[in-house]
């Protein structure tokens, strides 16, 4: 990139701190210049951003296991894109990459952090969603901490999100029963007919908890925990002696601006866990990398395939709209792996 | 024994169900005729009852990992006695046996279901405490789900009961910093003087939370829960990522009779365990008798056999006086060990 040829970088970046549930107030759109690039760097121009529930707890200013955004810095996320200008020894124009470059249109980036992808292995996006971190969290969390067994009980919420559809269909593969949680028929009708679900519940029906008890008459022996709110608490009585929870996320709870009334229902809880000597277990898919991300590459996209595994995406387009998605994602109103087509492809 | 001697057992039965923390009046002392013997039967007289937490859980109804003691029986309990009279080949008069035989004097039971006793290698009581049920509790929790490494810290409370006061001494041996937490500042200086604790703190000292904070530089890796409550609220927070949580009991809770008034704390604590991906794990010793009964056995004496490990047991005199200690016991009154002497050892 000569200085002749300034790039710039059209963004979204975090404009306050939203008190509860955020709004396109929260958000501001901007463009700047991009820096010219040193060595080891590499420009890109995104393709695909991700839109993920952890990125409300970015948001804000509370502990979690990343650091927050600050306000007037671009929004993090996950995203595919294709190398326009290299330093890097190791890419070139051209080049399709995964970066963790976040909400904008072009990126300076350091080669060393980024990953090269092969449209011709996969779809580009997949990268982001099936084949990337949701579907990892899936497969690491379900495999390494739920360990279902044979014949056990899975039930897992957000079922046709990136995540939970994997959790299902991976529980199936191992030879358990997988019941799916999700809003609306549409939702319900997919987890049947096209993940082979054994059974897919609508948490909006008024008969929720009578209809899972229903779906799992043996109980339940892996409950994924992905949401959290009325969901785990119908299904916290059901939980088999001995029981696995994993907890990757509480999408139920990220606006909670204070903690919920009461009754407080922690010391049931509690309880509960020691009555039924249950295991709730957290993670970040990132402990799991090092022992596991070469097994998942190969058996997710094995059984892709081999038509054993569906996946659906949901594409919005332009990175100006990200935000209204953004905030859909939280209500649950997208269909699939929540992705921003920022460009075309080619 | 002939029917012409008819034996009496003096025990003590449950009158009622308790509505919050129990009081006398849910218990009756009464004495009835004991059976005579059938083919592989054994009576005992009872020397030690046992008094524990889990206690509380028998007195109601409500769902738990055993069946609740009915109303007009007998209150279940571990104890130490001595063989009468025998019709099973594995006993003879004079023996001494461990039995799950109740809050009562003499009693009929099964031989198969006995342990023998060996009154040279340890002293009796010690079966229902530091060599017994309690001991495991701490040692099975600790060792398969706690897990402390050298230089980790692990938090106990009731530090100087029988499972606290072996949890702290096991995690000092793995080479742990031990952390007790007590009622009062005659238990705490015993968890430091006499166990070798590496700090204790008084739960009922205004700044608790402070002095636990203080006491906990590098965080807490094993919070060992055996209380809940207050304590259990002021640890969550001062948890590392990756820390352990085995749950084998909650006697802050055991007499609540609803939940507790909001807020409600449950989206907190799961964010928690999300965030650091903690481990929260119930249990029931029974669970690990199998794998690791002997291991204890053979650690534990060895290590009060070579002055490393100490125990304090809290006797009171006479089953009639056994539910007032359990209700004390309750309230955190018993220092050490609770054990009703229901007779003389000889």
């Known amino acids: 990139m000569s200085i002749e040829s300034i790039v710039q970088s059209t963004r979204i970046v975090l404009a306050s701190r939203p008190d509860g549930a955020p ?17 080891g760097q590499v420009l890109i121009r995104i393709i695909y951003l991700s839109l993920d529930p952890y990125m409300r707890g970015r948001m804000s200013a509370a502990e979690s296991y990343a650091e927050p955004v600050e306000i007037g810095e671009v929004m993090v996320g996950g995203t595919v894109g294709q190398v326009v200008e290299s330093r890097h020894p190791g890419f070139e124009s051209g080049d399709y990459v995964l970066a963790y470059a976040g909400w904008q249109s072009h990126a ?8 090269k992808l092969d449209p011709a292995a996969a779809p580009l996006s997949t990268a982001l969603g099936v084949l990337g971190m949701p579907g990892f969290t899936a497969y690491s969390g379900l495999l390494k901490i739920g360990q279902p067994k044979e014949g056990e009980t899975v039930v897992v919420a957000a079922a046709s999100g990136p995540v939970g559809s994997a959790v299902g269909q991976i529980a199936k593969l191992k030879g358990a029963r997988a019941v799916g949680i999700a ?40 409950y994924f925990e992905n949401v959290g709110g009325a969901v785990a608490a119908a299904v916290l009585p059901l939980l088999n002696e001995y029981a ?10 990220y606006n909670d601006a204070t903690a919920p009334e009461g009754p407080d229902r922690l010391p049931e809880f509690l309880s509960r866990v020691l009555v039924k000597s249950l295991t709730i277990r957290g993670f970040i898919m990132a402990e799991f990398v090092g022992e596991m991300y070469t097994d998942f590459l190969r058996d997710v996209s094995g059984w892709i395939r081999d038509g054993r595994f569906a996946y659906r995406e949901d594409f919005v387009d332009g ?12 209500e649950g109103r997208n269909f699939g792996k929540m992705l921003v087509r920022v460009a075309e492809e080619s």
Not at 108 to 115: F, S, Y
């Open 23 to 39: 709004t396109t107030e929260n958000f501001r759109l901007e463009a700047v210049n991009l820096p010219e690039l040193t060595e």
């Open 108 to 115: 300076v980036v350091v080669g060393d952090q980024l990953q």
């Open 183 to 222: 809003g609306g028929p549409e939702k319900c009708a997919y987890l049947l007919d096209e993940l082979g679900f054994d059974a897919a519940i609508d948490h909006r029906a008024p008969d929720f908890g009578e209809q899972l008890r229903a779906a799992v008459p043996d109980g339940i022996d892996v």
């Open 244 to 253: 696995r929870v994993p907890v990757c996320g509480l999408i139920a709870h």
């Open 319 to 330: 990175i100006e709209n990200a935000p209204t998605a953004f905030i859909g994602l939280l």
